[in-house]
């Protein structure tokens, strides 16, 4: 199931995810052409420990090439609930950052179970964290919504037993704008 969340309009020149596998992560030809640097980091699955670090290592990346701190905390934070939905829900997956002129691009797949009803998922509050997860403090069910709050637009691409990908775009403010 392929969903286009309120926000992400058609003709805004984003690459668009097609109705493809989650798994299936090669950009088009367009896309690697606007590309100016990606940068990639395997994520696994309950592996609490490191859980958090691909995403330490995208904003301490993006704090060396001097990004607006604004810009960073939001793609900090998407890049964080995202990375721990993969560690509770998902399978192995890859975060990964990619930076065009006008434009930051976080998008991470796994290939875990999948999201049957991505509407219902992106609800503030629906959650299927077990008990260990809300012991860690966990399953609020507000992971979703706050990567879309955060983020300029976002895109939601799984089905059943097929894996997920969530694509999140950031535009880069112009010099002396903030949010
Ligand atoms: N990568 C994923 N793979 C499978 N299911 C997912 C994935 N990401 C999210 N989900 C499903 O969507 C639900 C909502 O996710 P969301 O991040 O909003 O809340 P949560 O992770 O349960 O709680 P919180 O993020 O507040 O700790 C999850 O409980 C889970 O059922
Ligand atoms: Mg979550």
Same mark, same amino acid.
């Given at each position: ?6 926000g ?14 989650? $798994?299936?992560?090669? #950009?088009?030809?367009?896309? +690697? ?10 994520? +696994?699955? $309950? ?27 939001r ?5 964080? *609930? ?12 890859t975060?990964s ?6 434009r930051?691009?976080? *998008?991470?797949?796994?290939?875990? #179970? ?23 403090g ?24 097929d894996?997920?990908?969530? $694509? ?6 112009? +010099?002396?704008?903030?949010?």
């Amino acid at each position: 199931m392929l969903a286009t969340l309120p926000g992400l309009t058609e003709n805004d020149n984003l690459p668009l995810i097609n109705a493809r596998p989650a $798994r299936i992560t090669a #950009p088009s030809e367009n896309f +690697k052409h606007m590309s100016q640097l990606k940068k990639s980091f395997h994520i +696994k699955s $309950r592996d609490f420990i490191r859980a958090g670090e691909a995403s330490i290592n995208i904003q301490n990346l993006l704090k060396s090439m001097d990004f607006d701190p604004s810009l960073i905390r939001r793609v900090a934070i998407c890049g964080y *609930e995202s990375e721990m939905n993969v560690v509770m829900h998902g399978g192995d997956g890859t975060l990964s950052i990619e930076v065009d002129s006008d434009r930051l691009i976080l *998008e991470i797949t796994d290939d875990g #179970p999948g999201i049957e009803d991505i509407d219902l998922a992106m609800q503030a509050g629906y959650s299927t964290a077990n008990d260990d997860h809300r012991e860690m403090g966990f399953g609020a069910g507000m992971g979703l919504p706050n990567m879309k709050k955060n983020s300029d637009r976002i895109q939601v691409d799984s089905k059943k037993d097929d894996g997920t990908l969530v $694509r999140m775009i950031f535009f880069i403010p112009e +010099k002396g704008e903030t949010d």
